[in-house]
């Protein structure tokens, strides 16, 4: 059985994926910081819109947010996020950022 905490846990992981932090998502909600802390410490029930609105923001289902279900999770969200991100780029953005990409993998290699 799923509980609110399965939520507030998969609220959580989403933003993380989604590289937003719970101010950056506050705002945007026109909520205030501790609420959405309280959400995803699940001290504080998420109504159907605010799941929604949750959903759209970082890029996955309303479905897997709810119950885990579905094939969105928030690796494939972030992947996605990534490739809408990187459509809206001009073609010299993208390719400075492949060299920068490039560099970072060898310093770590």
Do not use: C
């Not at 989604?18 to 026109?30: F, H, P, R, Y």
């Not at 996955?60 to 991100?85: C, F, N, Q, V, Y």
């Amino acid at each position: 059985m799923k509980t609110p905490a399965d939520v507030a846990t998969r609220l959580r992981e989403a933003r993380e994926a989604s590289g937003l932090s719970q101010g950056q998502v506050a705002k945007q909600m026109d909520l205030h910081r501790p609420t959405i802390s309280e959400i995803e410490a699940g001290r504080r029930k998420v109504t159907a819109s605010e799941l929604a609105e949750f959903a759209e923001l970082y890029g996955t289902t309303i479905e897997w947010l709810a119950t885990g279900a579905g094939s969105e999770s928030p690796e494939d969200s972030r992947i996605l996020m990534a490739a809408r991100e990187l459509s809206k780029m001009r073609d010299e953005d993208i390719q400075r950022l492949m060299k920068t990409l490039k560099m970072l993998r060898r310093r770590n290699d």
